[in-house]
C-alpha cells in the first residue's frame, strides 16, 4: 500500500494521542475527550484555515462519515454551500442520508447519473432533491455525488469548500478530473485500506508525481507537502483486544486506541461447546476477540474444499450455540446478518455461499475484502489470503487486504487457515521491481502478515 512519507518519531508535543495515555506521567486515556480534541483542530483548519487543503487521516471504525456530516454541517451553518465527493453509490446514498437524519431542514441535493438512480430509500427525507443535472441542484446548500459523476460536471460557478470522502480509495487522476469544481478541500479516508484499483497496467507512470494508480492523498501531499494533516486517534469499532494489534500491524505512522476498554465488549454463546476444534476456536475468540482455526499445510486450489467447509461450520456453530454480543449497550442476540465471512477472491466467496446453503445458513454477508470495505459487524470469519498457497504473489500480499479483513468486527474474529503460512513469507523472495520516485510501502505485506500470524498463533485451535 502506498502511503506517504510520514515522520517516524513521536507526535507532536501536546497532541490528544500523546497526552492521553503514551508516555511517563501521561493522563489516562479518555477517548472521547481525544476524539473530540482532534474533531475540534480539524473543523478548525477546515472552516478557518487558509490553506487549500486540510488531510484527515483514520482509523477503521473512527467515525469518518459522522466527520464527514458534522463538516459540512458546520460549513453550512457558516453560510457556506459545499460539494461533497464520495467514490460509490452507496456511499453517496449513505451520507445523504446521514445529512438529512442530522439536519432535516438542511437542503441536500443528489447528483446521479441516469443509469444509477439514488437508493428510493432517500425518498423518506423531504429536504433531499435529486437530479441527473447539477443546474437542477446548484441552489442546494449542500450536493452529493461519486467522483465519477462529478467529472462530468461542466460550466459551473466552482464551489468555495469540497469535501471528499474516502480519499485514498480515490485515485489522482480522478482527482484531477474534479478538482476545477472548487477552492478548498477537507480529505478524510483511512490509509490502511485498499489501494484504488484500477483495471490496467500503471508501470509507464511509476515513480512520476502524475502517476494516475496513485491514491489522491498521495499525490496531493507529494505536491503539497505543507498541507494540514491530522488523524481520528480513536476507533470505536474495534474491541480493546483487536485495536493493538491492528494499530502495529497496519498504521506504524498513525496509531490509534480503542474507543473501549477491556471487557467493555464481549461475545458469550447460550449453549456449551461441544469439545470439538470449531467450538474451541470459538470459546477461544469469545474470550480473547480472536482465533485461529488452523487446517494442515498443503498446496491446495484456491477454493479449498476443506477449508470452506471449516468456514462454514464456524458460521453454523455460531449461530446453533446461540451467540450473544456484550457492550455497553444491552446484550444483542449474533443474527446472521451481523456476521460477515471475509475473502480475497470472488471464486471463494461463491464457494464459501454454496457451503453455508449446504448446512442451511442465510443471510451472512460473504465477500471479498473490496465488497466489505466501510461495512462493520459483530462477529467475522476470514479465510486467509496465504491459505494453502504455494506462493506469496503482490495480490495476496497487498497490506490494505489484510487489513480490511481484520478490522470489520466489533467483537471477535475467527481466521481459517491452513498451516505453513509463516514458512511461505520466509521464502517468498522480493520479485517486485524498485523504481525511482515511487514511496516505499511500509508495512509492507510480508511484515503485517507476520505480525498478525504471531498474534494469532496464541490463539491457535487445530483442525
Not at 212 to 226: E, M, R
Not at 374 to 401: I, M, N, W, Y
Request: glycine share 8%; charged share 20%; net charge negative.
Amino acid at each position: 500500500m502506498t502511503q506517504p512519507v510520514r515522520s517516524t518519531g513521536p507526535d507532536p508535543a501536546g497532541s490528544p494521542y500523546e497526552r492521553f495515555g503514551h508516555g511517563r506521567g501521561a493522563e489516562p486515556f479518555d477517548p472521547g475527550r481525544a476524539a473530540a480534541e482532534a474533531t475540534a483542530g480539524i473543523l478548525a483548519d477546515t472552516l478557518h484555515g487558509s490553506a487549500r487543503g486540510v488531510v484527515v487521516d483514520s482509523p477503521p471504525g473512527a467515525g469518518k462519515s459522522t466527520l464527514v456530516v458534522r463538516a459540512a454541517r458546520e460549513l453550512a451553518a457558516a453560510g457556506e454551500s459545499l460539494m461533497i465527493v464520495a467514490q460509490t453509490n452507496a456511499q453517496v446514498d449513505d451520507l445523504a442520508a446521514r445529512l438529512a437524519t442530522a439536519d432535516p431542514e438542511l437542503p441536500v441535493g443528489r447528483l446521479h447519473g441516469s443509469d444509477s438512480p439514488p437508493d428510493p430509500a432517500l425518498d423518506r427525507h423531504p429536504s433531499i432533491a435529486k437530479s441527473t443535472s447539477v443546474a437542477d441542484l446548484r441552489e442546494r446548500q449542500v450536493v452529493i455525488a461519486t467522483a465519477a459523476k462529478w467529472a462530468y460536471v461542466k460550466d459551473t460557478e466552482p464551489w468555495r469548500h469540497a469535501i471528499v470522502d474516502e480519499a485514498y480509495q480515490m485515485r489522482s487522476d480522478a482527482l484531477l478530473q474534479v478538482a476545477g469544481l472548487f477552492e478548498r478541500a477537507l480529505f478524510v479516508g483511512d490509509p490502511g485500506q485498499l489501494d484504488p484499483f484500477s483495471v490496467v497496467g500503471a508501470e509507464q507512470w511509476a515513480g512520476l508525481s502524475w502517476d494516475p494508480s496513485a491514491s489522491a492523498v498521495v499525490t496531493l501531499l507529494a505536491h503539497n507537502p505543507g498541507l494540514p494533516q491530522h488523524r481520528l486517534p480513536v476507533s470505536w469499532r474495534l474491541p480493546a483486544s483487536a485495536a493493538p494489534l491492528v494499530s502495529r500491524a497496519f498504521y506504524p505512522y498513525t496509531p490509534f486506541r480503542s474507543g473501549t476498554g477491556e471487557g467493555d465488549r464481549r461475545l458469550g454463546f447460550g449453549a456449551a461447546g461441544d469439545g470439538g476444534p470449531v467450538d474451541r476456536v470459538l470459546d477461544e475468540a469469545a474470550e480473547s476477540g480472536w482465533g485461529l482455526l488452523e487446517l494442515p499445510a498443503r498446496h491446495t486450489p484456491r477454493t479449498d474444499p476443506e477449508a470452506v467447509r471449516a468456514v462454514a461450520a464456524v458460521v453454523r456453530r455460531l449461530l446453533d450455540r446461540g451467540g450473544v454480543a456484550f457492550s455497553a449497550d444491552e446484550p444483542a442476540p449474533l443474527t446472521a446478518e451481523r456476521i460477515a465471512v471475509g475473502t480475497a477472491h470472488r471464486d471463494q466467496a461463491a464457494a464459501v455461499r454454496a457451503a453455508l446453503s449446504e448446512v442451511g445458513v442465510a443471510g451472512v454477508a460473504v465477500d471479498t475484502a473490496n465488497r466489505l470495505q466501510g461495512r462493520e459487524f459483530d462477529v467475522t470469519v476470514v479465510l486467509h489470503p496465504l491459505s494453502g498457497r504455494p506462493d506469496a504473489t503482490a495480490f495476496h500480499l497487498e497490506t490494505g487486504r489484510l487489513c480490511v479483513l481484520a478490522s470489520r468486527h466489533r467483537h471477535a474474529c475467527v481466521v481459517v487457515c491452513r498451516a505453513g503460512v509463516a514458512e511461505l513469507l520466509d521464502e517468498h523472495p522480493s520479485s517486485e521491481p524498485v523504481r525511482l520516485g515511487v514511496t516505499v510501502k511500509f508495512p509492507d505485506g510480508w511484515e503485517a502478515n507476520h505480525a498478525v500470524l504471531s498474534h494469532l498463533a496464541e490463539h491457535r485451535v487445530a483442525l
